[in-house]
């Protein structure tokens, strides 16, 4: 190795002593793949005309930046060997061991996932690309480590795709931006799936990029000015309440992000208050909640801005405070707060707790006993490997992987506190299913933050969500056109082909005036049920006068449903009740 490439090796182990104790074995490992690498490699060149191994290289110097151990550094040095050059598996693992190998040959496998749009009539290549993903669902089950290699190589390949042939640019680009982008954001790896997003923008929307990029500047540097005017106001009240801060600074709103709330907004940036926003990082749990109550008693609040996920962290670990005040000037103006920790989850996600034990031995390893730290909870990587297991067809499988795991997020909240993880644009329904396929079967409406919706109401970060449920009640046909998820489509196809047989009554639709009260939907709904009634939908519609309570049911007896009214009408709170025949 010459002088000039010493450097290199030197920064790298720079990188990793910063983030974990190096013994000499470690030092002497990483210099040999280092070395093995760059001769594997030697006379290679990318297709920007840089050396080829300038690729595994940087994708190792990213793991060490993500708080990885050694051996996945290691296999990110050699991580193209087997595929690119002669060197073979069983050589890497006769010089590295067999742990190595496993994470190189699992990253090998990944390297053939192609994802690219396909028409609905290539069979073939709908085939090919639904098992190539569930490599990657194998692999994200058995070892993270592989995908967080692949996720490294990705990072550094799409920071070069200009070099590459515009043909293949684009589906690159969308393969980053609809499976690698999400896949870092499900494993809380926020900075990460920002900026794969961000690189892949400007080759799928071209014209998009162009026209932000022209129009964003000017009031992103009034912005950046603005908040220099509030940032010394703030230090001087946090120096008044003996609080020092570890970092106060801006972060600008990631340009992809951008354009997607921009399409909430009419395309009007001066709607996107949150265009910069001020940071403000801590030492404690304490602090943050003691800046949050500085900036609300300097400036007022926004109502409903107010973000709390410390209490209630997203499902992929995320945790912050967040809040918008009438700021400087009357401006509306975002602040964020968070402790050292969490502004390192949120830029390395899970690999910031990554915990492998060193004193394993090797066959411990290879039974599968290695494990992450138990901080952040990744059972979303168990129900992904089960779930792909339900699907045969593959163009199904594909459509539902992208809409169930790797679309934008909303979550959820039970009234006792649990959070749940779904795609946005769900409904009740789809949380019910979430929560068990039974309380799914049994749901008959839903209240949100405490109050009645409908059923296809789209779910919003942060809602309480409670089902109220009807034993012996059926899943409704009617579901299928407004659920998102595919396992509560599947779930209501099942039942529906179960009752296929069974010759339902007519629906019936009661219409109740009420005055409203605690518990009383409870009580009609128990009503309804002691007269062996089957419910399919509770609304409750808000008019200028009293409240009126549509529930949809099985009644096919005239006799029956007149008797049903009598007991309603002398519920508590009950002023009107008729009914109507909906269909046969």
């Not at 539902?400 to 679309?407: H, T």
């Not at 209501?492 to 409203?516: C, F, G, H, M, Y």
Request: glycine share 4%; net charge positive; charged share 30%.
């Amino acid at each position: 190795m010459n002088s000039a490439q010493k450097p290199q090796l030197n920064k790298l182990l720079e990188i990793i002593k910063v983030k974990q104790n190096l013994s000499e074995d470690d030092k002497l490992l990483i210099k040999k793949a280092y070395e093995f690498s760059e001769k594997s490699h030697s006379g290679q060149k990318r297709l920007s005309g840089e050396s080829y191994f300038t690729h595994p290289f940087q994708s190792a110097i990213s793991l060490a930046k993500w708080h990885l151990d050694v051996p996945t550094i290691v296999a990110a040095l050699l991580h193209d060997i087997v595929e690119d050059t002669p060197a073979t598996l069983e050589e890497i693992k006769k010089q590295f061991g067999e742990e190595i190998a496993f994470l190189v040959n699992g990253v090998t496998k990944l390297g053939k996932l192609k994802y690219r749009k396909i028409n609905a009539d290539e069979s073939e290549k709908i085939k090919n690309l639904s098992e190539n993903l569930r490599k990657m669902i194998l692999a994200i089950s058995e070892d993270l480590r592989v995908v967080f290699i692949k996720l490294a190589d990705r990072l550094h390949n799409m920071r070069t795709l200009s070099a590459i042939p515009v043909a293949k640019q684009k589906r690159i680009a969308l393969e980053t931006s609809e499976i690698y982008a999400p896949l870092a954001y499900r494993l809380g790896m926020q900075n990460m799936a920002g900026e794969l997003d961000d690189l892949a923008f400007p080759f799928i929307h071209p014209q998009e990029y162009r026209w932000l990029t022209e129009n964003i500047k000017e009031k992103y540097d009034r912005r950046v000015a603005y908040l220099e005017k509030v940032k010394p106001v703030i230090l001087e009240e946090l120096k008044k309440n003996s609080i020092i801060p570890v970092v106060v600074d801006s972060r600008a709103k990631r340009i992809s992000s951008l354009y997607k709330k921009l399409f909430r907004y009419n395309m009007n940036l001066d709607q996107i208050y949150d265009l910069v926003a001020l940071r403000i990082i801590v030492n404690t749990i304490e602090e943050c909640y003691a800046v949050l109550g500085i900036i609300h008693y300097l400036w007022p609040p926004v109502p409903g801005r107010i973000k709390d996920y410390i209490a209630l962290p997203k499902p992929n670990g995320y945790r912050s405070l967040h809040t918008s005040v009438f700021c400087i000037d009357n401006k509306i103006t975002e602040f964020q707060i968070r402790t050292k920790t969490m502004h390192e989850e949120a830029e390395f996600g899970i690999a910031a707790h990554w915990a492998y034990n060193q004193a394993k031995a090797t066959k411990e390893f290879l039974d599968k006993k290695v494990s992450c730290a138990d901080k952040i909870e990744l059972k979303w990587v168990q129900q992904l490997r089960n779930w792909q297991q339900e699907f045969t067809d593959s163009q199904e499988f594909i459509k539902s992987l992208k809409v169930d795991f790797f679309k934008d997020r909303v979550f959820a909240i039970t009234p006792k506190g649990e959070v749940i993880d779904l795609p946005a644009g769900s409904i009740p329904v789809d949380f019910a299913y979430q929560i068990h396929t039974q309380i799914g079967e049994q749901c008959v409406g839903a209240k949100v933050n405490g109050k009645i919706v409908p059923l296809d109401y789209q779910i919003q970060s942060g809602d309480v969500i409670e089902i109220l449920t009807q034993k012996n009640k059926k899943s409704s046909e009617s579901w299928l056109k407004s659920v998102k998820t595919s396992f509560a489509r599947r779930r209501i196809k099942a039942a529906i082909r179960k009752d296929s047989k069974i010759l339902r009554p007519p629906q019936t639709e009661l219409r109740v005036v009420v005055n409203d009260r605690v518990g009383l939907i409870k009580d009609i709904s128990a009503a309804i049920s002691r007269s062996h009634i089957n419910i399919t939908n509770i609304n409750l519609i808000k008019t200028s006068g009293l409240p009126v309570i549509k529930i949809a049911c099985d009644i096919g007896d005239k006799e029956k449903a007149e008797k049903l009214l009598v007991k309603i009408k002398n519920i508590k709170g009950v002023r009107e009740v008729s009914y109507k025949l909906i269909s046969l």
